[in-house]
């Protein structure tokens, strides 16, 4: 330690968090200390619908000759934000469509840089964290998985976008497509979709994942938005801002955590049931303690079909 460090603290002492956060990592290149924390404000990304009152969609590819890739717009709304850390086991699936899982054992990949690779080590371990963590699992089929990087050009970026992946109507369409021959019968018992999301460099220092709890979701504030892939259409879903949704996050977010992001329960559809919703409306967001020189988070997130009771 040098003479000239304490002086540096005391003078550090009186500047903004992420001003501190600044000195500290040009001091020593470490930023862990840093990471925003607690309750905040943040602005998040709405739905807002086309102006000439047409339905909503968006093309997954390029949009075909001279068509927008999305025919509806957004506006910013400055919300707060409660950091569920220390609480997470509050946070249940029936209730509020999202749910932390904490320690869980280092993956045998270690790479997440190949499709057939995630798909033989990291899948296995999905598969088996939700059949341990979601109650009355008992069949899981794992669609689909999304890396996404905060560095410029990466192919898949955090989405700064409030949305869900999924409505009724596409939910229902996934069992079909994914497992035609027993859709009908699978289709008569309990299904859900649920993301399976975990930092690949926690902690997290930047652009952190927000959610908000599926009980306070008006049914009203879903709008649907049709999902062109080039050769069918999906469906997800725009949220309409209500000052009564309440979002949260999970700071610094670290790679033995998962956050699972139910898209729907079929459950929820049902008279006198206890899920509050089963959907999930989230959005990555930019923190404004997060200091300069802060690390853009990269995350995976692994969909699945969930069956059982
Ligand atoms: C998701 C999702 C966005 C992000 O996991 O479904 O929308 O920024 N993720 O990670
Ligand atoms: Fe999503």
């Known amino acids: 330690m040098t003479t000239a460090q304490p002086l540096q603290v005391t003078a550090a002492h009186n500047l903004s968090q992420s001003a501190r ?5 040009q001091t020593n290149g470490d930023l862990s200390s840093f990471i925003p924390r607690g309750d905040t404000t943040v602005t998040l990304n709405y739905f807002r619908p086309p102006e000439d009152g047409s339905a909503p969609h968006n093309y997954v590819e390029k949009a075909p000759n001279g068509q927008p890739q999305r025919n509806f717009g957004d506006f910013d709304v400055q919300v707060p934000i409660h950091d569920i ?11 509020d ?4 899982v904490s320690d869980v054992p280092e993956s045998a990949e270690h790479d997440f840089a190949d499709d057939e690779s995630i798909k033989k080590n990291y899948y296995p371990e999905v598969e088996k964290l ?4 979601v109650p009355g699992s008992n069949r899981v089929f794992l669609f689909d998985h ?59 220092q930047a652009n952190p994942l927000g959610f908000a709890s599926s009980s306070t979701l008006k049914d009203e504030d879903l709008i649907p938005i049709e999902h062109r ?19 949260h996050y999970l700071s610094g977010m670290k790679n033995n955590e ?5 898209c729907f329960d079929s459950e929820a559809r049902k008279p006198g049931t206890k899920v509050l919703g089963g959907r999930v409306p989230h959005t ?21 079909l969930v069956f059982g009771p």
């Open 21 to 25: 956060a600044e000195v500290e990592y």
């Open 85 to 95: 850390r220390g609480h997470e086991s509050e946070y249940t699936l029936d209730k």
């Open 97 to 100: 469509a999202f749910q932390v």
């Open 130 to 133: 939700i059949l341990d963590h």
């Open 146 to 204: 999304t890396i996404r990087r905060s560095t410029p050009g990466a192919p898949r970026a955090p989405v700064t976008r409030v949305h869900i992946d999924q409505t009724v109507k596409s939910a229902t369409q996934r069992v079909h497509h994914h497992l035609p021959e027993e859709a009908e019968r699978l289709l008569q018992g309990r299904y859900r979709i649920i993301n399976i999301w975990r930092p690949l460099n926690g902690p997290v």
């Open 229 to 247: 892939y080039p050769d069918r259409t999906g469906e997800t879903a725009g949220i309409r801002y209500n000052p009564a949704q309440k979002w």
């Open 258 to 262: 998962r956050l699972f992001l139910e």
């Open 284 to 304: 990555a967001f930019q923190d404004p303690r997060t200091p300069k020189g802060a690390v853009g988070r990269e995350s995976i997130e692994v969909r699945a």
